[in-house]
Structures are given as C-alpha cells and as structure tokens.
C-alpha cells in the first residue's frame, strides 16, 4: 500500500509551499493528511487538485501514519514529533528542536542521504534555511577538495521569519515608496515607526546585520546554526566555520558569499565542471555577459544557484562564490519532501 503521509503546520509560510511541491512532484503518497493548530482545524486546502480539510494536531492525528513532515515551530515540534514518532511514523522534522540530537540525523539528499537510514528516535531534521541555501554546492566541491574553512555572509529574505516578515515589508515598503527617503539619518525608521518586528530595525531601504537571537559573545543564533549544521552535514565536527547573517529587502530567497578554503590547490575551470554536474546546483556565470543569479530570478525555483566563481587572489586553496536558493523551497519546503520520499522508498521497498 501507498504510504500515509502527515503534514504538520500545512497552514504555515513553509506548509503552503510544501502543498504545492506535493502536488508537482511524483504522486507516490497514499492519503495526505492535513494538520494544524486547533484555530485551522477545518479548513480546507488544495493538495494534488483536490481540496482537503485540515485537522487539529492532536494524538488522533498521527493514526495511521507513516510518515510525519513538521514544519511548525521549535516548541511545536519538541513535544508533538517524539509523539507521532510513538505512533510508528517517521518524522521529518524542519524544526531547530532536534538537529543537534546526536541521535538524530540532519539529512540533506544531494549531500548526505545515507544518514537519513539511521534515526534511532524515529526522527529525521532537515536544517536551517540559511545552511540549505549553501550546502549543495558546498557539499559537492568537498566531495572532491576537501573542505578546511568557510566564511559565509548572508543576505537573507524576510519570509526566513515567516507571514510576520513578509506582512512588515510590505507594510514598510508602502510607506517608502515614491518618497525621497534614505538620504538622512533615521529619516526611514520615523518613517515606518517603531513597529519593525519580527526585525529589530527597519528592513525597507535597508539591510539589518542580525537574524536569529543573541547567543554568547555577540553571535547570533542564525549565525551558530549555519557552523554548527555545516559541520554535521558534512561530517566535519572541526569544521572552522564563521558566518555574519544579515535580513535584506527581499521578500523570498537567501543569497549568501561564500569563502571556502580546502585542502590544497583548486582551480576554477574543475570548479565549474563540478558545479555544473553536481545534482541540485545550477551553476550561471558569465560575468561578461552580467549573468549571476539574484533572488528575483532563483525565488520559485528548485536548485542552488551559483555564480561569481573566483580563485581568492592571495590563496590558490580558495574560491569564493556567490549563491542564491529559494528559502522556502529548497531552504524549507522541498528538502523536507525530499527526505520523506527517500524514507517512502525505504518504508516500500521501491
Ligand atoms: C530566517 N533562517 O531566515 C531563518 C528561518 N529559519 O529567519
């Protein structure tokens, strides 16, 4: 029989995204079953052309299931994942709660899909937006150079902080627009006023070096995700790793810098062969041409975009790129569907 598959949080920023992939990609599920908070229950979304109700997240929920997707929030997920992983589904969780488990394995496909074998809590994580919008492509040229340090910078979208981001853009740009605003100081936050979360500072005509929360010695919690899932996705728990996460005017798609430094001499021409081959990257680059990629043009789309493909000038051991992935696809969404059809052609033998 076709698996049973439950969708957690389907009417969130990420689940929204998660219907329309299910709905594009090989029909290989059995019933969907829709859940969310108690306030959505009865609802009803369109999944493969046919609407379904959703139903309240409660033990009832998981009945039956085989695979559980968790795209709802850290506590959310804390205490309602090991719950339907008693009820014998095997959870794929898009939640902070559980990646660092040692006991949980942090599965991207193109990068590490043997992992997703072993999930002695019957829990598989899928990682940070801001990590997924890189690691692809990382992932691949370390495949074959053998990864000694990154220095990443991000330029991250504002759905990474949900409906909430998007909502105060576009508040804010409504406010800007065809003003001749931006050209003195605080002339731009008296005026969007002071209500900038979920960001600390104004996001229109502007760009905010924080996302995340305050972790110790002035890192940011987005900042410590993107070291610390690098170095278990990779396998690589020494990994130097530093990144400085910024949020910019961009409704949807991270872009990040990459610095990357390996193991000994690379060039750019073998760089761009393993772009272009590796599975999930898309490799668009010609600067003669001003081709690279932007998020207006990556958002909507499935791989990692990569271009500014550079031999660092003073180290003949380093490239820096420059790369963009649609957060809520790639970054959320289709990574999390990735895992589940790798666990249904586990469960089924397929
Ligand atoms: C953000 N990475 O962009 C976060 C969301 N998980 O805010």
Known sequence: ARPTLAV???????????LQILSQHADIWGEI???ASPRSAGRKLTVRGEEVEVVALDEAAFEGVDVAMFDVPDEVAAEWAPRAAAHGAVVVDNSAAFRMDPQVPLVVPEVNPHAARIRPRGIVAGPNCTTLSMIVAVGALHAEFGLRELVVSS????????RAGVETLRRQLSL???????TSPGDVRRAVGDRTGPFPEPVALNVVPWAGSLRDEGWSSEEMKVRDESRKILGLPRLKVTATCVRVPVVTTHSLT???RFEGEVTVDRTREILATAPGVVLFDDPEAGEFPTPADAVGTDPTWVGRVRRALDDPTALDLFVCGDNLRKGAALNTAQIAELVAAELTGA
Do not use: P
């Open 8 to 18: 957690v949080g389907a009417t969130g920023a990420v689940g929204t995204v998660m």
């Open 33 to 35: 079953r829709l859940v």
């Open 155 to 162: 330029y991250q979208a504002v759905s990474g902080a949900g």
């Open 176 to 182: 800007v627009a065809g003003t001749e605003l931006g």
């Open 258 to 260: 990459v610095h990357a």
